[in-house]
């Protein structure tokens, strides 16, 4: 009995003996670091772009509609016709309008004929005033004459009487003399009435004149009444004429000649004709909502279409609304294109990739280097700390599905696990030697449909 617990005795100490050195060996063989391929975040961030449909529009179009009614007398184009701006496209027969043009020009002549008569009359007045004015000088220097010859008269009539009263003349001599005083004084009162209706006639000539001046100054009025409606029967009859409001094609013609064509005016609905500048066109597109945000104006943009394959032109965002479409949640969007070999038509249409973002501040690492599934903007990664795997938290921003743009967490200069299958956190590891590291994946940009 002794025996045989001594020889169990043994055998456990052997087993436990044989436990405590594999225990030794597997913690020195889990201490020998594993071979992992790394890689170094690359400089730049991910290409953020909208690729859209797009179409192709005329950077300028007008429909030229009649504004006077009359029979389209004249049609200078066609479809496809190239024209420059200012150019006679069609002519409208409208005889009134001509007619109407005809009789305002005879009223100007005619109103411009009154003022002349006029201005005579006022020419005729003056002439008048003058004279009378001169004429109440005259009076009054008469006044003035006869004054001093009633004067001459009184004296000399004073000293006769008082020589008659002293019998030194007999009185039949102051008696003449006494006449020819009373002759005096008769004439100075009939100068001094001269001078008033004299004076009297001076206004009445000043009045004629203001009057005449008046006269001028309404047929001058008249004039201008007269050369308005002139103006405006002439305009008419310009608008008799169609023509082209810039360079451009002739996209639409609705009318042959000999057609009735209703003004706008007068409720016409169908252009007579349509021109479009199309050497500058304009692509429009849509930008959803989600990258709305990071359109500006002047973003790079890449247009291709369906009707040119192999080819892209290039251009830049030119304008846009500033405000969503509440239906489609998309931003109205115009991209300018210089078209100088017309080979851009209006109506065709493709994709129209706006670059939204092309960041260089951040850097990417391919897609194959996160552990497990990113949440809320952040991820984790496996980094070489110390000769070991440390589980490290990143920030991610966009994901094109190849690389994956890295906001914060790690710096460019970090060695980045991409055998995130073999390693825990902790792990032992040493890069793989150069030669062996992978190719860097070609990043690509971000488009969203």
Known sequence: MGLAVAWWGLVGRRAEARKTIADSNAETKSAEP??????????????????????????????????VSGYLSKLYVDYGDHVKAGQILAEIDDPEDVEEANRTAADVAQAEAVVVQAQALVDSAQADRSAFATAVEQAEAEVERYASMRNYHEKKYARYRDLVARQAIPQQIADEEEEGYESAMASETASRKAVLNAKAQLEAAVARVKKAEADVVVARAAVQVARAKHARAQTFVAYMKISSPYDGVVTRRNYFPGAFIRSAAEGGTIPLLTV????????????PDRDVPYADVGDEADVTLDAIPGRVFKGAVSRFANSEDPTSRTMYTEIDLPNPDLELRPGMYGVATVILDQSTKTFTIPASALVGES???????????????????????????????????????DQVILDVGSVADGTPVQPAPEQS???????????HE
């Open 34 to 67: 594993i071979t992992v391929r790394v890689v170094r975040p690359s400089p730049g961030g991910i290409r953020r772009t909208s690729a859209q449909i797009g179409s192709v529009q005329p950077f300028q179009e007008a429909d030229l509609f009649a504004k």
């Open 276 to 287: 479009a500048r199309i050497d500058k066109v304009r692509v429009v597109t849509q930008i």
């Open 375 to 413: 949440h809320g903007g952040k991820g984790d990664v496996f980094a070489i700390k110390d000769g070991v795997a440390k589980k490290t938290r990143v920030e991610i921003g966009a994901d094109d599905g190849l690389r994956i743009e890295i906001l914060s967490g790690i710096t460019s200069d």
């Open 437 to 447: 590291r992978p190719a860097k994946e070609t990043p690509k940009p971000v488009h």
